[in-house]
């Protein structure tokens, strides 16, 4: 799960990470109370799930997402034209991300910026703290045109994080004195922030020196384990809907695992596996899959009902592909399903089913005899070849 930069702040400063002042707002008002408050210069800070902001540009031409207010006048004008406008960035995609509230912080004096970012390592299956020198960039493209210039530290599962590690990036980073000392302990806290809270990533970029020799996180990204959000019952609260998929949040509730992607061929599977082998025959035969969704091994008949009307919803897509493979779920209770829901939705796209295993037999014949136009097909090359035809308009 992911959580907006004001909230990733709240949660870092518990832990005593040092981060600038600052509140959130949903309107230009209260920019402009907050931004009197805070007092001085302040940043107005467009929140999204999503990176680039300062070099984001608005739908309507209005350029970057983090804008330097002198006064809370002009707080208050950024926030207005912010808030209900359309950020787009490198990280959102072309159809940007609509912008509900705003951070208002007050304004650091960056000395310099730097990447500090932890993350877990799979191939050492381990966290790994890592470090650089090229702050406030993407780190993406650190990475592959200057990869010397990120050092990385990875802790052990077991002896933990010790404090000769942040020391050891300190130095690398060429920090001296005061702000050596501030890094390390900041390096510290926000190793604790991280592994106390299932945090999967956190990211400061940039992290800053300030003129007076502190150190500071000016940004800050975390993204949390969904699986450990159960015992995070304060961090599972920040969840904002309405920066997630409307389907994928939609199919949460009836527990489908559904990923929107961008084609035009809707699948429905059953089981994770299956569901990756359909998209890359789907793939193989010239199409493109308009969503990954698993039903999973039990499902029921109102399983398969809102699945299918969810993937209908997706107006990209032009034919329905179905792979069910009948071991404990039986596939006549899933032909069931797919034919009231193509009565009650009045499906006008082509469906193509392929039932395999328990009771496909019975449930071919449903298909054959609901009077619904399903065209069939015995094994996963031929249903894929029929859907992507089909969806093409042949
Ligand atoms: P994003 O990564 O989404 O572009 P950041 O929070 O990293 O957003 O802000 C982009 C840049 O704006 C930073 O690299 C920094 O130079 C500047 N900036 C952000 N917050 C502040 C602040 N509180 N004071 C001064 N400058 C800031
Ligand atoms: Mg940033």
Not at 40 to 55: L, M, N, Y
Not at 81 to 94: A, D, E, S
Not at 163 to 182: C, H, I, M, P, V
Request: charged share 30%; glycine share 10%; net charge neutral.
């Amino acid at each position: 799960m992911k959580v907006h930069e004001y909230q990733a702040k709240d949660i870092l400063k518990k832990y005593g990470v040092s981060v600038p002042r600052g509140r959130v707002a949903f309107s230009k008002d209260e920019a402009y109370e907050i931004a009197k408050e805070i007092g001085g210069t302040v940043v107005v800070k467009a929140q999204i799930h999503a990176g680039g902001r300062g070099k984001g540009t608005f739908k309507d031409g209005f350029q970057g997402g983090v804008k330097l207010a002198k006064s809370p006048q002009e707080a208050r004008e950024y926030a207005g034209k912010m808030l209900n406008n359309i950020l787009v960035t490198h990280q959102t995609g072309p159809e940007g991300k609509k912008v509900e509230k705003v951070y208002i912080t007050e304004a650091s004096e960056i000395e310099k910026e730097y990447y500090l970012g932890i993350v877990l390592d799979r191939a050492k299956e381990c966290n790994v703290i890592m470090a650089s020198t090229e702050g406030g960039v993407e780190i993406e493209s650190v990475a592959e045109k200057t990869p010397e210039k990120i050092v990385k530290v990875w802790i052990h599962p077991l002896a933990g994080f010790q404090k000769y590690q942040a020391r050891e990036l300190g130095f690398a980073l060429k920090l001296t004195g005061d702000r050596f000392k501030s890094f390390c302990e900041l390096v510290e806290k926000l190793y604790i922030a991280h592994e106390q809270s299932d945090a999967t990533l956190t990211e400061i970029n940039p992290l800053i020196t300030t003129k007076d020799g502190k150190v500071v996180a000016l940004d800050a990204k975390m993204n949390f384990d969904d699986n450990a959000l159960f015992r995070h019952k304060e961090i599972a609260e920040l969840r904002d809907i309405s920066e997630e998929d409307p389907l994928e949040v939609e199919s949460s509730k009836f527990d489908l695992n559904y990923i929107k992607l961008d084609g035009t061929i809707g699948c429905m599977v059953n089981g994770a596996g299956l569901a990756m082998a359909t998209m890359d025959v789907i793939t193989l035969e010239g199409g493109k899959p308009a969503n990954f969704l698993d039903v999973g091994g039990s499902a029921t008949e109102e399983r398969v009902k809102n699945a299918f009307r969810i993937l209908l919803s997706d107006k990209n897509v032009k034919s329905v592909l179905i792979n069910i493979f009948g071991g404990i779920v039986r596939c006549d209770v899933i032909a069931q399903g797919v034919i009231s829901a193509a009565k009650e939705i009045d499906v006008k796209l082509p469906v193509v089913v392929r039932l395999q295993g328990t009771n496909s037999e019975k449930g071919m014949e449903l298909l054959k005899t609901s009077g619904k136009n399903f065209l069939t097909a015995d094994n996963l090359q031929e249903a894929a070849k029929i859907a992507v035809k089909a969806a093409m308009g042949e």
